[in-house]
Structure formats: structure tokens, C-alpha cells
Antibody, heavy 119, light 107 residues
């Protein structure tokens, strides 16, 4: 069945760029009607949608993060990626990748990866 | 941005009892409301979408209702594996937002 797996550094210095990749297995990232998103959860807090991408490259971002976020897709590797620039301690969180069909909820999630912003 | 407010923040329930969780939207989201369950150290799991449709493999003891701005998740007879945090989420537009969560604890 379809699985998603996040990967990337667990520690990022303040003011630097956080970079994560989500690898999709058991299915194609180029499947019609499916979007691929990033969601984060600060320790002990709730969930925040960061943005989503379609395999064609169309992106949708949370306005609160839009100036610092870039989401890209590599269909040849069945992966999509997140870059968040100028990070601060407030960006410390578990970052999840997930799938959703158009304007529908997230039905398949990765296990999440903890990213700490600290010098 | 549509703000989602969940109540109560925590709920103590005995196994076998019914739990009722509420979610309110700051403006109408039509029926575009989902519920997720999250256990410690795990990713959220989709329970309900479209306000009342159970996701694949979700037991019938979970049910959702409501429309517009007021929504409810009911767990009819709590099992030990149901003690977790539950989040509602609206997806009425691309800026999808989550509620703050309700923690269901063992009484």
C-alpha cells in the first residue's frame, strides 16, 4: 500500500534553511487528482498546514508561511520536498508529509520527523 | 483564515461510555469537515471526512454530524485504543485549518 517517509536533518541552526524530503512508495506521485502536502506540529501543540503541491508543480501555501516556504516535486524520484528559510526556534516541530485528493482531507500520512532549530 | 475551536480541551471518560466532542468553525465550512485521531508518537489518522463519512477501516462506533459551523464527533462506546487526541479540520478552501484538539482520557 502507499507509504510516505520523511527524511532530512533533525537539527537546523537559526536563520538557516530547513530542508526535508518525502519519499512516496507503493504508488506514483504522478497519480491524477492527488496532492502532496506538508503539515507541522510544534511539541505539545496542534497541527498547521504548510502547503501542498500537485505533480505538475502547482503549489498552494499557507499565507502565514508563504514568504519562507518552497515546495517542489521530483516525479522521477517519486519525491517531494520542503524548504523553509530563515528558521527560528518557533519552527521547531514534527514535520509530516501527507496525501490529499484535491480539496479533501489528508488520508495518508508519513510517520513524521522532528526538526529542532537551535544553535 | 477559518478558525476552528474544539471543546472541551480534555474529556475524562470510562471505557464503554459515550464520548461527545465538539468543533466550531468561525464561518461556514459547509460539510467540508474531517476528524483525526492522534496517539502519542504517531501521525494523525483520518477517521471521518465530509462531516459524517467514516474513512476506510474506521469502526462504526465513530460517527460524525453537523453542518455549517457546528460539528460533533461521537464515540459510542469507548474502547481502550480510543484514548487519544482528536482534531477537527476544515477543508472548505485551500487554507485548511485544524482545531486545537480534544484529549480523551481514561476516567
Amino acid at each position: 500500500q502507499l507509504q510516505l517517509q520523511e527524511s532530512g536533518p533533525g537539527l537546523v541552526k537559526p536563520s538557516e534553511t530547513l530542508s526535508l524530503t518525502c519519499t512516496v512508495s507503493g504508488g506514483s506521485i504522478s497519480s491524477s487528482n492527488y496532492y502532496w502536502g506538508w503539515i507541522r506540529q510544534p511539541p505539545g501543540k496542534g497541527l498547521e498546514w504548510i502547503g501542498s503541491i500537485y505533480y505538475s508543480g502547482s503549489t498552494y501555501y499557507n499565507p502565514s508561511l508563504k514568504s519562507r516556504v518552497t515546495i517542489s516535486v521530483d516525479t522521477s524520484k517519486n519525491q517531494f520536498s520542503l524548504k523553509l528559510s530563515s528558521v527560528t526556534a518557533a519552527d521547531t516541530a514534527v514535520y509530516y508529509c501527507a496525501r490529499h485528493a484535491g480539496v479533501l482531507p489528508f488520508d495518508i500520512w508519513g510517520q513524521g520527523t522532528m526538526v529542532t532549530v537551535s544553535s | 483564515e477559518i478558525v476552528m475551536t474544539q471543546s472541551p480541551a480534555a474529556l475524562s471518560v470510562s471505557p464503554g461510555d459515550r464520548a461527545t466532542l465538539s468543533c466550531r468553525a468561525s464561518q461556514s465550512v459547509s460539510s467540508n469537515l474531517a476528524w483525526y485521531q492522534q496517539k502519542p508518537g504517531q501521525a494523525p489518522r483520518l477517521l471521518i471526512y465530509g462531516t459524517s463519512t467514516r474513512a476506510t477501516g474506521i469502526p462504526a462506533r465513530f460517527s460524525g454530524s453537523g453542518s455549517g459551523t457546528e460539528f460533533t464527533l461521537t464515540i459510542s462506546s469507548l474502547q481502550s485504543e480510543d484514548f487519544a487526541v482528536y482534531y477537527c479540520q476544515q477543508y472548505n478552501n485551500w487554507l485548511r485549518t485544524f482545531g486545537g484538539g480534544t484529549k480523551v482520557e481514561i476516567k
